[in-house]
């Protein structure tokens, strides 16, 4: 019936077996897999449930396809996870009764140096999720304004000398346009405060968060899984840095991407979930040991009211 595929040379899944605990899952139910990658997540929610059920998977990487697991019980939507709900509707799958996303970068993409994601390798400044997207990093890097640079770096990476790193940017880019990863390293690393890999990890951060919208996205998954989910669903959200957790956490708790509650005429917060998860859930010990990527992990957990 099905292919067993391994997803540990694309991705090594971050708080397996408590996000796939958090599910709940119900062996007959409707499942989304919202950022399929190596297919790890998928794999073990496949395992829970019977011959009738359903797994959706979406992921807007074309690489991600390759991983796709050989199951009548699956479907991958090549796509982002902010068209979900659209998908789900062109098949038919609404309500479901279980959405997970695991928010990090996949080890892939960290690690192919073409897809300039990570200040490790030389290689072209793309940092596109979706490779049929117009903008890249570079795009960013040799269009942005001063000020429109200033505040991604300040917002997205907290990169405490953005307005310096701006203007060395605007000002690099004056003699030679923004084309390889070294271009950028090399203002950064003439203009860094505090320890350099941190530094540049925060800047790096930045681009990419701005190149993909992933803060945009996040919102619209949000917004959409209340509307998608089944009452009792699960939603079950990994995070990677305290941009994205402080969204999920406040419009679990409340409502609203804000710390502010939405509330009715009366003044009463309009809830739309019940929040399974008091504090986030951390990888152990081990795990941290194991995956380095995992020591920022935060998994949150709430129940559709």
């Known amino acids: 019936m099905k292919k067993e595929t391994s997803d540990s040379s694309y991705h090594t899944s971050v708080l397996l077996h408590e996000s796939i605990d958090?599910?709940?899952?119900?062996?007959?139910?409707?499942?989304?897999?919202?950022?399929f990658g190596g297919g790890g997540h998928?794999?073990?929610?496949?395992?829970?449930?019977?011959?009738?059920?359903?797994?959706?998977?979406?992921?807007?990487?074309?690489?991600?396809?390759?991983?796709?697991?050989?199951d009548n019980r699956f479907t991958l939507v090549q796509a982002n996870f902010s068209e979900l709900k659209r998908f789900l509707r062109m098949h038919n799958a609404l309500p479901v009764d279980g959405i997970l996303a695991d928010l990090g970068v996949s080890s892939w993409q960290f690690d192919?140096?073409?897809?300039?994601?990570?200040?490790?390798?030389?290689?072209?400044?793309?940092?596109?999720?979706?490779?049929?997207?117009?903008?890249?990093?570079?795009?960013?890097?040799n269009e942005y304004s001063a000020e429109q640079l200033q505040k991604i770096f300040s917002e997205y990476g907290e990169v405490r000398n953005s307005k310096t790193l701006a203007?060395?940017?605007?000002?690099?880019?004056?003699?030679?346009?923004?084309?390889?990863i070294a271009d950028l390293l090399s203002v950064c690393e003439a203009n860094q405060t505090g320890e350099k890999h941190k530094y540049l990890a925060q800047v790096f951060q930045a681009i990419r968060i701005e190149v993909n919208d992933e803060l945009g996205a996040l919102k619209i998954l949000l917004?959409?899984?209340?509307?998608?989910?089944?009452?009792?669903?699960?939603?079950?959200?990994?995070?990677?840095?305290?941009?994205?957790?402080?969204?999920?956490?406040?419009?679990?708790k409340h409502g609203s991407f804000g710390d502010e509650p939405?509330?009715?005429?009366?003044?009463?917060?309009?809830?739309?979930?019940?929040?399974?998860?008091?504090?986030?859930?951390e990888a152990s010990e081990k795990e941290q040991k194991e995956n380095s990527r995992s020591r920022s992990a935060k998994l949150r957990v709430a129940e559709k009211i």
């Open 22 to 35: 958090g599910l709940a899952i119900k062996p007959n139910g409707i499942y989304v897999d919202a950022t």
């Open 42 to 70: 998928s794999k073990e929610i496949l395992k829970q449930l019977v011959e009738d059920a359903k797994l959706f998977g979406f992921d807007q990487d074309e690489d991600a396809a390759k991983n796709a697991q050989d």
């Open 112 to 141: 192919t140096a073409e897809r300039g994601f990570s200040y490790r390798f030389d290689g072209p400044l793309d940092m596109r999720m979706n490779r049929l997207a117009e903008k890249t990093a570079a795009d960013v890097l």
């Open 167 to 180: 203007n060395a940017i605007v000002g690099s880019r004056t003699q030679k346009q923004f084309e390889t």
């Open 223 to 252: 917004e959409q899984s209340v509307e998608v989910l089944a009452s009792g669903g699960r939603l079950a959200v990994i995070t990677f840095h305290s941009l994205e957790d402080r969204l999920v956490k406040n419009y679990m």
């Open 262 to 281: 939405v509330k009715d005429f009366f003044g009463n917060i309009e809830r739309k979930f019940k929040v399974i998860t008091k504090k986030p859930i």
